[in-house]
């Protein structure tokens, strides 16, 4: 569970902001997302694989760079 400590005097609304990013960084809310939902062992390699090819064609694209 993520957790924050206030700072003495710091508003509210940057605190927020704070724990919104660190949420977002250790992917928090994507994995609860994800695990909302049974999905088959076929469509997570099938997902997988496709993000596998979208990073290596960006790390193609970029190495000639």
């Known amino acids: ?3 924050i400590k206030l700072k003495k005097g710091e508003p509210i609304d940057r605190a927020l902001r704070r724990l919104k990013k660190k949420v ?5 809310l ?3 997302r994800a695990k909302r939902t049974y999905e088959k062992p076929s469509a997570m390699r099938r997902r997988k694989m496709k993000v596998a090819k979208f990073s290596a064609m960006l790390a193609r694209r970029h190495a000639d760079v």
């Open 1 to 3: 569970m993520s957790e």
């Open 24 to 28: 977002e960084r250790e992917n928090t």
């Open 30 to 32: 994507k994995d609860v």
